[in-house]
């Protein structure tokens, strides 16, 4: 399968606890894009990375989150002091200029 | 602001019906609207944009400016239409991101 991987694919930890997951887009898409789902809800936007550079950040995004795209290729968030309000589902998308928008799979979190 | 949004979130039809999906949309300017589906267990996928007018799966969509409207319609609705489908908008370029409305559950039984 050649799509937007990610992992894990889903994820169950503690109130506090960190958590990191994984997006490798299509290999030629230089635009990379994080969307959060909750149940009920479509998808909200996170984050984008035009090769390595975070163009623009939600203010969905706390200090808690934080992600990276070093070198332009696989792309990372992290959720620090994880609480029950970030369970969701966390999307990635990529694609290239104004290409259609490809989705992984999605990470599931669920925190207890 | 720009907001998507899909007034129903279910929608049960006989095999063979007619189906429209609604969406409406605020934004000011002109945005480019999309369908994205996805069936069961699998990831979200793009349906069809506006500026393509094409005719998807025999999905089609049209853009009513006035309205502000883009709403989702197939003449007769086949068993494995059956998904959650997604309105979404961005504002037209390269660096512009997707605003999605809540979706719809389309469920065609036979």
């Known amino acids: 399968d050649t799509g937007v991987s990610q992992n894990p694919r889903h994820k169950i930890t503690k109130r506090g606890q960190n958590v990191t997951f994984r997006c490798d887009p299509i290999?030629?898409?230089?635009?990379l894009y994080w969307y959060r789902q909750t149940l009920g809800q479509g998808p909200e936007f996170l984050t984008y990375?035009?090769?390595?550079?975070?163009?623009?950040k939600s203010r969905l995004l706390s200090d808690r989150f934080s992600a990276e795209r070093p070198k332009g290729s696989f792309s990372t968030l992290e959720i620090q002091r994880t609480e029950q309000g970030d369970s969701a589902m966390y999307l990635c998308?990529?694609?290239?200029?104004?290409?259609?928008?490809?989705f992984g799979e999605g990470s599931r979190l669920t925190v207890l | 602001a720009q907001r998507v949004t899909q007034p129903e979130k279910l929608l049960s039809v006989f095999k063979g019906a007619p189906v429209e999906l609604k969406c409406n949309y605020s934004?000011?300017?002109?945005?480019?609207l999309f369908w994205y589906v996805q069936y069961s267990r699998q990831r979200l996928q793009l349906l069809l944009r506006?500026?393509s007018r094409e005719s998807i799966k025999g999905f089609t969509a049209d853009l009513n400016k006035g309205e502000t409207s883009f709403h989702l319609k197939k003449p007769f609705a086949q068993e494995e239409d059956s998904a959650m489908y997604y309105c979404?908008?961005?504002?037209?370029?390269?660096?512009?991101?997707?605003?999605f409305g809540k979706g719809i559950t389309l469920s065609v039984r036979p």
């Open positions: 998308a990529s694609r290239v200029s104004t290409g259609e928008l490809f």
């Open positions: 290999s030629e898409h230089n635009r």
């Open positions: 990375f035009q090769n390595e550079a975070q163009l623009e």
């Open positions: 934004y000011s300017g002109s945005p480019e």
């Open positions: 506006h500026i």
């Open positions: 979404a908008l961005s504002r037209p370029g390269a660096n512009s991101k997707l605003t």
